[in-house]
């Protein structure tokens, strides 16, 4: 039976598998962390190093408001500023808003990722999980899901380690049930940037208990400057950006974040090369006897035949390929040997479909 603290809690550690391996880490094709193949845009480079030309940079303190980030951020994501909070990352985020709210009950639909329920217990916040069907898929059903009495409810769209991407209507109808309980709805659209048609950025003003969860750094390949912001009525973007410890959001990320979602040439050619690379792999895995899941974000999830032992095809693609997948073990209700593989280049989508097949004929 595969076991979870077998592997890595979360994709991209690669260190720590080479270690694990005696691999060096310059070998390993890494699948598990779902980024942007293509990197980050040359306008993000190019601010990056404008902003270190001037020394100034680095010798002043961040704006305290993030006036011109948060600015940028409504126009992407086509709100207005005041509804706007930014720290760095989805973790001070999350906590921040159960600060605000005084959270104690929160309803989580599960699979979904990880660090939702470590974020809710460390914050003392009783989490009642809601298994979503495998045969559905994964579909948010409001009459099942909203049955009991809590203060809120935490889900994403599209969904992760899924991939399964709801329509605004279906969501719209799980925020109606949930208002008409008085339950704050967490909506994480991390990777919404693939489907924003399928965003409910518009609705944050029509429902008072809505509050979203945007990333920046996945799609534009910048994980490493750390930023995400929330979009919610201007009373609680106002009241999660008091539960924020200032400066939290350095002056490089911030003109960093500013360029990359100015370039909307750059976000138009990654979700059309996203879509073809996923149908692509999809189809080529498929062939190999795996069962695949609906996606419309830059991974799929996929489960092995029964007979494959999980441990052994993990390793395997290791070992032998030098491929890193994201064992899904860890991921609440979701069975053994299910894998997540995120979309990389074609050529290097082609070189995964190819090891799985070795695989699966080997083991």
Not at 125 to 150: C, E, K, R
């Amino acid at each position: 039976m595969a076991n979870p603290e077998a592997y890595p809690l979360h994709g991209g550690q690669l260190r720590q598998i080479a270690e694990r391996f005696r691999i060096c880490v310059t070998e390993l094709l890494d699948f598990s962390a779902n980024i942007n193949p293509d990197g980050p845009p040359s306008s993000v480079l190019s601010a990056l190093r404008t902003s270190l030309d001037d020394s100034s940079t680095l010798m002043e303190y961040p704006d305290l408001q993030e006036t011109d980030l948060r600015l940028a951020l409504a126009c992407y994501a086509g709100t207005n500023q005041q509804n706007i909070a930014v720290a760095n990352g989805f973790v001070p985020l999350l906590e921040a808003t159960l600060r605000a709210l005084k959270v104690r009950s929160c309803l989580l639909p599960v699979p979904s990722f990880v660090e939702y329920r470590k974020i809710l217990e460390r914050a003392g916040v009783a989490v009642v999980p809601h298994v979503l069907s495998i045969y559905t898929p994964f579909h948010y059903d409001p009459a099942p899901m909203l049955v009991g009495q809590w203060d809120s409810v935490l889900l994403a769209n599209p969904q992760n380690p899924s991939g399964v991407c709801h329509d605004a209507a279906s969501i719209h109808d799980v925020i109606t049930n949930a208002s008409a309980k008085n339950m704050h709805v967490f909506l994480d659209e991390a990777f919404i940037d693939y489907v924003p048609e399928h965003s409910l950025t518009a609705m944050v003003e029509e429902f008072q208990n809505l509050i979203i969860f945007r990333s920046v750094t996945k799609f534009y390949g910048i994980p490493g400057l750390r930023v995400a912001y929330t979009i919610a009525n201007p009373k609680l973007a106002s009241a999660v950006n008091d539960n924020l410890p200032p400066w939290s959001i350095t002056t490089l990320a911030s003109r960093a974040v500013i360029a990359a979602v100015k370039d909307e040439t750059y976000a138009r050619c990654s979700r059309s090369k996203n879509a073809a690379r996923r149908t692509a792999l999809q189809a080529n895995l498929g062939s190999s006897g795996l069962r695949l899941y609906p996606s419309a974000a830059n991974f799929v999830l996929f489960s092995l035949p029964a007979q494959i032992d999980p441990d052994a095809f993990w390793e395997y693609m290791i070992r032998e390929h030098r491929i890193v997948l994201r064992s899904c073990a860890s991921y609440e209700g979701l069975a053994k040997g299910h894998f997540r593989a995120a979309i990389r280049t074609q050529s290097e989508n082609e070189k995964l479909a190819t090891a799985v097949a070795k695989a699966l004929s080997y083991l």
